[in-house]
Antibody
Framework: QVQLQESGPGLVKPSQTLSLTCTVSGGSISSGDYYWSWIRQPPGKGLEWIGYIYYSGSTYYNPSLKSRVTISVDTSKNQFSLKLSSVTAADTAVYYC???????????WGQGTLVTVSS | EIVLTQSPGTLSLSPGERATLSCRASQSVSSSYLAWYQQKPGQAPRLLIYGASSRATGIPDRFSGSGSGTDFTLTISRLEPEDFAVYYCQQYGSSQFTFGPGTKVDIK
């Protein structure tokens, strides 16, 4: 059974960089069968796709966030990571990592981690 | 960017009733890449339907998906108490994902 777990600071100051890591267990990122993605959900609101990465390092980002987002992968640790720069209060959200299957649907999700942007 | 619109915003029904949720796209979506999710408070979304009409592993057959082009539907044939939740549609196209705003199914 594939499991994903987000980790990182729960509080980030405005203008700083948000950094999160997703650790995958029960399956290898390097298998090449899937993409790996970040999605966020502001409190009480809907889901927003941030971006996704292939094990080779190819990345695809939401155009609305592209200038501030970097997603990277570390196959040796079976992890992928998110960096979001110049954060504001509008970036406060639950951040999820998830696996993208061959139907381009999110079949496995992490539990989510709340990141609050506040001084 | 393809925009997804879901209706109604809220659906108030009783257990045992049939729920019909709509997802409409601003332009044609590949049926292969249309999915539905269920989300309960404090939980991550759960994949219900992929490819517009295929149930994900472990999803009861009271959940069904249909549609093509710009109009897609999620039907719950008979609502169980655990089905009251928020439902999102999602599409993939041109290397991008988008989600609909969600439909909340609550108890009447």
């Amino acid at each position: 059974q594939v499991q994903l777990q987000e980790s990182g600071p729960g509080l980030v100051k405005p203008s700083q960089t948000l950094s999160l890591t997703c650790t995958v267990s029960g399956g290898s990122i390097s298998s090449g069968d899937y993409y790996w993605s970040w999605i966020r959900q502001p409190p009480g609101k809907g889901l927003e796709w941030i971006g996704y990465i292939y094990y080779s390092g190819s990345t695809y980002y939401n155009p609305s966030l592209k200038s501030r987002v970097t997603i990277s992968v570390d196959t040796s640790k079976n992890q992928f990571s998110l960096k979001l720069s110049s954060v504001t209060a509008a970036d406060t959200a639950v951040y999820y990592c998830a696996r993208v299957d061959t139907a381009m649907a999110y079949d496995y999700w992490g539990q989510g981690t709340l990141v609050t942007v506040s001084s | 960017e393809i925009v997804l619109t879901q209706s109604p915003g809220t659906l108030s029904l009783s257990p045992g009733e049939r729920a019909t949720l709509s997802c409409r796209a601003s332009q044609s979506v590949s049926s292969s890449y249309l999915a539905w999710y269920q989300q309960k408070p404090g939980q991550a979304p759960r994949l219900l339907i992929y490819g517009a009409s295929s149930r994900a592993t472990g999803i009861p057959d009271r959940f069904s998906g249909s549609g093509s082009g710009t109009d897609f539907t999620l039907t719950i044939s008979r609502l169980e108490p655990e089905d009251f939740a928020v439902y999102y549609c999602q599409q993939y196209g041109s290397s991008q994902f988008t989600f609909g705003p969600g439909t909340k199914v609550d108890i009447k």
